[in-house]
Antibody, heavy 118, light 107 residues
Framework: EVQLLESGGGLVQPGGSLRLSCAAS????????MSWVRQAPGKGLEWVSS????????YYADSVKGRFTISRDNSKNTLYLQMDSLRAEDTAVYYC???????????WGQGTLVTVSS | EIVLTQSPGTLSLSPGARATLSCRAS??????LAWYQQKPGQAPRLLIH???NRATGIPARFSGSGSGTDFTLTISSLEPEDFAVYYC?????????FGQGTKVEIK
């Protein structure tokens, strides 16, 4: 069974930094593209970033480009999102999501809440 | 960036009714479109991929259709557990955007 467990969320001041982690199990982590998707309170889903299986390719939404960095450690089956220069509008639940072989999000974690506030 | 526009914003229906949800893309995505269901406090779940293919374990009452710019998700007879928010998403290029969602609520 695929399991994705996010951690690292919390309260941070505007301009601060936070690193999210996603521990994966139940599948061959190193074979799949992984992503982060966020959802602001009461709002819809927003794709944030994706990383190829070998970490060569990284992709970002314009709203986070230059501030967020996605990475992975295939030896630890873990996905990361380094978030710098955080803004109030980054407040959201951040989901870790796995792409299937056809590039659809077939598995999701339960999410971790990031609150940016002074 | 491809913009996906879902309609209606909210659909108020009774259990047993037929639900028809729409997703329109700002440019053609061929059949590279998926539908997800999200219930309160839960992560989204993949329902339909490639416009018309049900994901593993999804009941037959869910069906998808369309190509190009116009897509439809149909729930043939609403069960109590189907009242939720539904999102469409494309994979045609980066960024792989989502629609804003359609809430299906109990009438």
């Amino acid at each position: 069974e695929v399991q994705l467990l996010e951690s690292g969320g919390g309260l941070v001041q505007p301009g601060g930094s936070l690193r999210l982690s996603c521990a994966a199990s139940g599948f061959t982590f190193s074979s799949y593209v992984m992503s982060w998707v966020r959802q602001a309170p009461g709002k819809g889903l927003e794709w944030v970033s994706s990383i190829s299986s070998n970490a060569v390719g990284t992709y970002y939404a314009d709203s986070v480009k230059g501030r967020f960095t996605i990475s992975r450690d295939n030896s630890k089956n873990t996905l990361y999102l380094q978030m710098d220069s955080l803004r109030a509008e980054d407040t959201a639940v951040y989901y870790c999501a796995k792409y299937d072989s056809n590039a659809w999000f077939d598995s999701w974690g339960q999410g971790t809440l990031v609150t940016v506030s002074s | 960036e491809i913009v996906l526009t879902q309609s209606p914003g909210t659909l108020s229906l009774s259990p047993g009714a037929r639900a028809t949800l729409s997703c329109r893309a700002s440019q053609s995505v061929s059949t590279s479109l998926a539908w997800y269901q999200q219930k309160p406090g839960q992560a989204p779940r993949l329902l339909i991929h490639d416009a018309s293919n049900r994901a593993t374990g999804i009941p037959a009452r869910f069906s998808g259709s369309g190509s190009g710019t116009d897509f439809t998700l149909t729930i043939s007879s609403l069960e109590p557990e189907d009242f939720a928010v539904y999102y469409c998403q494309h994979r045609s290029n980066w960024p792989k955007t989502f629609g804003q969602g359609t809430k299906v609520e109990i009438k």
